[in-house]
Each structure stands twice: as structure tokens, then as C-alpha cells.
């Protein structure tokens, strides 16, 4: 496939997804159309050898695998990983505030956002509503009002000569966004808003009272290829759905004989410590259900642990031409310049020598060139799933990942080569 068609797969997938549930629910329709089917965690599994399956858990995590022709015990699970999450602004559960004839909405900060780019955009609202239907039961439906309804206005320089002066924002008091103009007298109940807002779709006609919700704003500007020859991607939530959208992709294309899986966790922008996060069981009780039954399944599954591998994929930093500086000299990865590998002494990467030459040969084989990325010794490292997944499985683990300019902005730049050379490289994984 070509990157440009490739590219379009991807950006329709990004528009399609401004939560994390929304990416889950576009992930599972992609696994729906390739044939595979999905297991409830409270049933029973029966799995076929050679089958296809997909479990989600929370709306907005989901791992899907292939079961492979081959003995687990013999050859393990090719696993990677990705998170669907991305930093945002959240909205508070009681989030009306008035305040000079304007209305606005009480957000609280998910993750390492960049603030300053969520000012002066055509923000929208998406995420998760729970809800009482006319017969008391509780449901949940997904909601995304798509259109520009709320902004967050930058304080005039005339009022501010100072503002670019080491400018520090407090996020209590200035990412409120504004969403309507409204009289002294005129009510206005958010939650009433998202119940007519929730009725017009079909499914949910019924509902009654919104219970609760997970709703987060979002920018609804699209994702496009940019640069004078379209060398670029720019899009929200590059960090880390361009991730999941290759990496299921890989999984749907790869070939049957290998068990191999697609880890997609929430929670990751926050400490991955929850029940649909790395840090959670997710992953290990799907592993121990695939060995459910055999004796000593407890061996059997450390012997496959053994066997197995996991590519964690995160986006990595791209050395940016106005902050050459912030980069280890030896360690600055291009755009399009291939997958990065990300090495970091302190374990904030689970990359080791022998995972490193996995993936390295991997490139080497489908002939994509990567390049690798060490943070400098006096600035602090990010992490990724990779460590806590090693940690809790214990299978060997290498970060990668494309790299991106404006990781945490509202609009992030990765390569419009990146993706499907990464694309190329994990399938190759999973066939290897």
C-alpha cells in the first residue's frame, strides 16, 4: 500500500477519533471488517486455533490477537503495544460557571497538556455519557457534538504587554472555555444540554437522566497533510493514535502462523494505574486465559513469557530546527527518517541491547532505516508503557515510535513517510 493511501486510512481515523472511547469504537470496527470476533471477559472462551478475537474493556482500552497455527510454548506471543489516550481538557462534573452575562465550562487538566495551544480554537465536545433509560436501567452511549461550540479567547495584548515575558498560566483560572452569551435571568443545565444532545441518536431515544459522563473538548480542525510537498501530517492525538492505527493495521495484515497481539491501553498521559491501563490486569488476564485449562498454567504462561516479545509504540521527539539545543547531539531524529528507537539508562524506556538488535533486524529485513533517540543527561525523560509492561509480564521490550514536533499540543507534526514505513516494520514483527 502507498504511504499517501495509507496516510488517508489514518487521517479518517484520527477525525473519526477525539477520545479515547471513539478510538476504541473505530479500532473495533476495523477488526470487525477484517473477520475478527469479540469476547466478552464475563463468558467462557472457546478459541479456535488459528482465530481472530477482540476484547474491550472500559470503552476505551482493547486487545485483540490472532491465536496463530504454531505451540504457544514453542514460539510465545508477538505483542505490541500502544495507548489510546492523549492530554486534554476535561470537563468537570458540575461545570457551569457565570460570570459577566458569558457562560462557561469548568474543565480540569488530563495529562501534560501544552495550554497555550488550546487557546483561540473551534473547540467541540466528545466522550462518554451514562444514563437512565425509561425502564431505570443504566446505559452508556458515546457522544460527539462535532460542531465548534465552545473557545477559549486569548486576553488581548492592549491588556496584557507583558504576556510574552515568561509567561506562566494558571489552568484554574484561564482554560475555562466560553460557550454561550447569556441574560441574567436565562437558565442553562449542562446536564439537559447533553440529554437533547443524546436523544437525537437513534439508539438512545429513550434516555431518561444523564447519570454521568467523560467528556473531554476537543479541536475540530481536521487532520491534513501539510508542507509544500505534503510532507507532513498534522493532526491532534498523533500522541499515540497514529500508534494504534498502524499497529492494528499490522496486526489485520499480518499472517496467521504466529500468535501475535495488539495492546491498545488507556490512562497512559496519566500513570497507566487503572483498570484498562498498563499498569492494570488487562493484559495479564488475557494472557492467562489463553492457557486456562492446561496444568500448571501458571509455568506455562512464564515459559511463553519467556518466548514473547512486546514493541512498545510511542511517538518519539523529533529534533525540532529552532530547539537543535534540546537534543544529545549524536541522538536527533528526522521526520520521515525512519522508526526511532528510544534508549533511556534509567529504565524510562524498556529498551535493551538484545530487544534493540530484534527490532533493528526486523528493519533491516523489510529495508525501512531507523534511527535512535537518547535523552539528554540534564534534561528529564518521558516514559511509556513499555517499562510497566515489562514489569508486569516480564517479556522482553523495545520503545519505538515516530518521530513527532509538538508532542502534547493540541495539533501535533509527524512525517507523512513515518506511518506506513512503521506500518511496514511492525508487520514484519508479527511475521517474523
Not at 102 to 128: C, H, K, N
Request: aromatic share 8%; proline share 4%; hydrophobic share 40%.
Amino acid at each position: 500500500m502507498s504511504a499517501s493511501r495509507f496516510n488517508q486510512g489514518l487521517l479518517d481515523f484520527l477525525q473519526a477519533s477525539p477520545t479515547a472511547f471513539h478510538a476504541v469504537a473505530s479500532l473495533q470496527a476495523m477488526l470487525d471488517e477484517a473477520g475478527f470476533t469479540q469476547l466478552h471477559e464475563k463468558d467462557s472462551w472457546s478459541l479456535d486455533s488459528s482465530g481472530r478475537y477482540y476484547v474491550i474493556r472500559n470503552d476505551s482500552a482493547i486487545i485483540a490477537f490472532k491465536t496463530g497455527r504454531e505451540v504457544l510454548l514453542d514460539n510465545g506471543i508477538r505483542i505490541a503495544g500502544t495507548h489510546t489516550d492523549s492530554p486534554c481538557l476535561k470537563i468537570k462534573p458540575n461545570p457551569e460557571i457565570r460570570q459577566q452575562d458569558y457562560l462557561q465550562l469548568g474543565v480540569e487538566v488530563y495529562g501534560g497538556a501544552l495550554f497555550t495551544p488550546w487557546f483561540d480554537r473551534d473547540l467541540s465536545i466528545a466522550g462518554r455519557l451514562n444514563y437512565q433509560d425509561r425502564k431505570g436501567e443504566i446505559r452508556a452511549a458515546l457522544l460527539d457534538v462535532r460542531e465548534a461550540i465552545a473557545v477559549i479567547p486569548s486576553l488581548a495584548i492592549h491588556l496584557n504587554r507583558t504576556v510574552h515575558e515568561n509567561r506562566t498560566l494558571n489552568p484554574q483560572k484561564e482554560l475555562q472555555p466560553v460557550v454561550l452569551q447569556i441574560g441574567e435571568k436565562q437558565r442553562f443545565d449542562f446536564d439537559a444540554y447533553l440529554l437533547s444532545m443524546l436523544r437525537k441518536q437513534a439508539a438512545h431515544r429513550s434516555a431518561q437522566k444523564i447519570l454521568a459522563h467523560e467528556l473531554y473538548l476537543y479541536d475540530t480542525q481536521a487532520p491534513a497533510v501539510v508542507g509544500m510537498e505534503g510532507q507532513f501530517i498534522a493532526s491532534a492525538r498523533l500522541d499515540n493514535l497514529l500508534s494504534c492505527y498502524v499497529a492494528c493495521q499490522s496486526l489485520i495484515k499480518s499472517k496467521i502462523q504466529h500468535a501475535s497481539m495488539l495492546v491498545c491501553n488507556d490512562h497512559e498521559e496519566v500513570g497507566s494505574a487503572s483498570t484498562s491501563g498498563a499498569q492494570g490486569p488487562f493484559l495479564k488476564s488475557i494472557l492467562q486465559r489463553l492457557v486456562v485449562g492446561k496444568q500448571d498454567a501458571a509455568e506455562v504462561l512464564q515459559r511463553i513469557s519467556s518466548r514473547s516479545t512486546f514493541l512498545s509504540i510511542d511517538n518519539a521527539h523529533g529534533v525540532h530546527p529552532n530547539y537543535i539545543e534540546k537534543h544529545d547531539d549524536q541522538h536527533r531524529p528526522r521526520l520521515n527518517g525512519g522508526p526511532v528507537i528510544k534508549i533511556n539508562a534509567n529504565q524510562r524506556y524498556a529498551s535493551n541491547s538484545e530487544s534493540v538488535a530484534l527490532f533493528k533486524s526486523i528493519c533491516d529485513r523489510v529495508k525501512v532505516p531507523y534511527q535512535q533517540f537518547v535523552m539528554r543527561n540534564d534534561m528529564a525523560c518521558g516514559s511509556t508503557i513499555g517499562p510497566i509492561t515489562a514489569t508486569e509480564t516480564g517479556i522482553n521490550s523495545v520503545d519505538v515510535g515516530v518521530a513527532t514536533f509538538a508532542m502534547h499540543s493540541i495539533r501535533e507534526l509527524a512525517g507523512s513517510e513515518d506511518p506506513a514505513a512503521l506500518a511496514k516494520v511492525v508487520t514484519g514483527y508479527f511475521n517474523r
